[in-house]
């Protein structure tokens, strides 16, 4: 990664970053301090260079998973930490790795991205240390002995033999026989003390890697495009964000969000995008929901607040609802997050704060009274479980009948893990809570209303 005062100070653990953010005496200072040598070799100290999510983390782990967007560095991550694991003190001194294995998704594109791509090994290497390249056997050499070869996805036999004390695995989840390949590679990484996997993907909803990554031994990082955005076209930033921010291939692609989805849940990711809309039509009535957590401190749930509207044109079987904003606080007293859903009622004009008084009673009203007086605030009681509030809810979105203004992202991971043998997700869903009653109020009751006095006349 190139240096200079470019680099972005706000969520990198660089020497770089504090040099930068330095006045421009003290990077001169800094920089006439070191000797001729030090100027040599800073280039490719990749420590100092690097943003955090590039940096294994520490521990005594087997496989570093690095999961992100296009662009967010992850080839110079696998290149740099496969020098760490070969290059020694000097240039012909071991290293503690001899045997690596580079494996992808075909030799060529080994060939062409870890090898000799932008960000690459070649790249990466400082002159004194250059492995060469041996074309006809597949493999780069280092000074000091070690050896790194390629190995090719599509021909997960080819491993079968060879031994290696480490190995780095591009875009695992795009693997066509990835599992196969994983295997046969795990029986090779046999030498050594500790051998060591580094993986760098683009996540994608495949079962090799969610083993992977539920697996023990296994540590993660994260990063999205963003991250390396120092270091990438401000016109590739701006299109990719136009045209896929807020979508399913934007949260994957660029985001690096693995997305699952659990078995029974009451909604996908392809049907809320299917829900998804831009604009919003004038709106006939608009609540904020509240799910107050049980307690305010660091250590308590969030506080689900959820924005909702709905069109009442036509009979109660045609409404449509749209969920316009997720205000969720977390780790919030009561004062802090009851500010939060009346400021969510001015900023909406909403016509009703809705919340539930199973855990704090009268408090929760009390609490917002503080805030507002005069706020509309109207008491619900969870007399059912999770589950069977939430199923008719999702039953009209798979009417087609509510729809998601925009994306909303934390409130629809909550959903998808919603499911019909109830929450698989950590901690509580208070944002998919406060979308209940939101709905409930909107959609439900009415039509629950609506169909009572023609139940009577039956």
């Known amino acids: 990664m190139p240096g200079g005062s470019n680099l972005k100070p706000q969520g990198i653990r660089s020497g770089a970053a504090l040099i930068a953010s330095e006045p421009h005496e003290t990077r001169e200072r800094f920089l006439n301090d070191l000797s001729e040598g030090e100027l040599l070799a800073l280039p490719y100290l990749f420590e100092f260079w690097a943003f955090d999510h590039q940096l294994p983390p520490e521990g005594d782990w ?24 070969v290059e020694g003190n ?52 280092w000074p000091n002995g070690a050896v790194a070869q390629v190995f090719s996805a599509h021909d997960p036999e080819s491993l079968r033999g060879p031994q290696f004390d480490a190995a780095w695995v591009d875009e695992l989840a795009k693997w066509k026989k990835a599992q196969e390949t994983w295997d046969m590679l795990q029986f090779g990484l046999r030498l050594g003390v500790h051998p060591r996997v580094c993986v ?24 999205a495009t963003e991250a390396n955005r120092a270091f990438l076209a401000e016109s590739f930033l701006a299109e990719v964000r136009a045209r896929y921010a807020g979508t399913r291939l934007g949260r994957q692609e660029l985001d690096g969000v693995l997305l699952d989805e659990e078995d029974g849940a009451l909604w996908s990711l392809d049907m809320l995008d299917g829900l998804r809309v831009d604009g919003v039509p004038d709106l006939d009535r608009i609540v904020v929901a509240v ?135 950590q901690g509580s869903p208070d944002r998919v809570d406060a979308l209940v009653w939101a709905l409930h109020e909107l959609m439900v009751e009415p039509a629950a209303k609506w169909r009572a006095p023609r139940m009577r006349g039956l």
């Not at 992100?68 to 080839?75: E, M, V």
């Not at 996540?203 to 990554?213: I, M, Q, S």
């Not at 589950?387 to 998601?404: D, I, N, T």
């Open 291 to 425: 799910d107050p957590p049980v307690t305010g401190h660091s250590g308590s749930d969030e506080c689900g607040i959820i924005v909702a509207g709905v069109v009442t044109r036509g009979d109660v079987g045609h409404w449509q609802a749209y969920v316009l904003d997720d205000a969720t606080v977390s780790a919030a007293s009561p004062a802090a997050w009851a500010q939060v859903a009346v400021a969510a009622m001015e900023s909406w004009q909403a016509d009703k704060l809705v919340a539930e008084v199973n855990q704090g009673g009268d408090l929760v009203a009390e609490v917002v009274r503080q805030i507002d007086p005069m706020v509309p605030f109207k008491a619900v009681r969870a007399s059912r479980g999770k589950v069977a509030r939430a199923e008719p809810v999702a039953a009209l979105y798979e009417q087609g009948r509510v729809h998601h203004v925009g994306a909303h992202s934390a409130l629809e991971d909550q959903m998808r893990r919603m499911t019909q043998a109830g929450y698989q997700g």
């Open 200 to 223: 760098t993907t683009t996540p994608r909803n495949v079962e090799v890697l969610k083993a992977l990554l539920s697996r023990e031994g296994t540590v993660v990082t994260r990063a």
């Open 90 to 141: 000097g240039p012909e001194d071991a290293g503690p790795a001899r045997r690596v294995a580079l494996v992808g998704e075909t030799v060529d594109q080994v060939r062409e991205v870890m090898v000799f791509g932008d960000s690459g090994i070649l790249a990466c290497s400082p002159p004194d240390r250059m492995p060469e390249w041996e074309a006809g056997r597949r493999r780069l050499v």
């Open 62 to 85: 087997t496989t570093w998973v690095i999961l992100g967007g296009r662009g967010a560095g992850k080839t110079r991550a696998g290149a740099e930490w496969v020098r760490a694991q």
